[in-house]
């Protein structure tokens, strides 16, 4: 199983469209998959599920097992750790924590089945979310093309470093692979010029864009894919999914 966290230090830059995205996208080619919805918030919950008895942070508890909260989405191959969104028990959970390996002792050897595992998470960045990207094997930072999601993603860079000497893990910044750029519009010349110049800083890494597209948002409403003829999605955003399930699945 190899797993990834979408990760930024700035709210609102689309880690959730793009996470649940690429998980059904995981699903559609035959990857058995499963979502862990690790925000608080539960968009990613609401979006792939209506109906679940229990939630995330049961399962962190020690309250019930992996079996009991897993929900079979309705999509074909991708499965659901949910959270009950704001009034349910991550909030807590996640905000009292010090286990950083509480994944790998109570949900990990539950999913070896599983091709894939993708975390959805908050902006935030505690004990909690330490433990996330300590045991995912890839951290992919999801960037708006504005400074203030630069802001955070230099954050993010940070916290990185300082994650790796507090637990004395392996090195996150090594974890990163690629840093996908969202929300594009290339009639906005002030983007492009921002992309050029916030790449410079960052000659070894490799960049991958997705454009303005509100298939995202009547996805969501769906509750659907923005892959589904229905959706009318916009060929540059296919090929730019396309493009992150390549590096995904190399």
Partial sequence: MK??????????????SISVTCAIELARRGFKTVLVDCDPQGNSSSWLSKNFQYELSDVLNGKIKVGECLVQTHFENLFLLPTFAINGGLQSFASSTRNYYVFEDAVFPSLKDFDYLIFDTSPAFGDFEKGIANCADVIVPVLKLDQFSADGFQTL??????????????DLLEKISFVILNQQDKRMKFQSLFAENFMKNFDDTQFLTIPTDTSF???????????????????ETTDAIDSIIREMTK
């Fill in 157 to 170: 860079i940070e916290n990185l470093i300082t994650t790796t000497k507090e637990i004395r893990c392996k």
């Fill in 3 to 16: 797993s990834f966290v979408f990760l930024n230090r700035k709210g609102g830059t689309g880690k959730t």
């Fill in 217 to 235: 948002v009547k996805a969501q409403i769906l509750k659907n894919s923005i892959q589904d003829k229905s959706i009318t999605a916009r060929k």
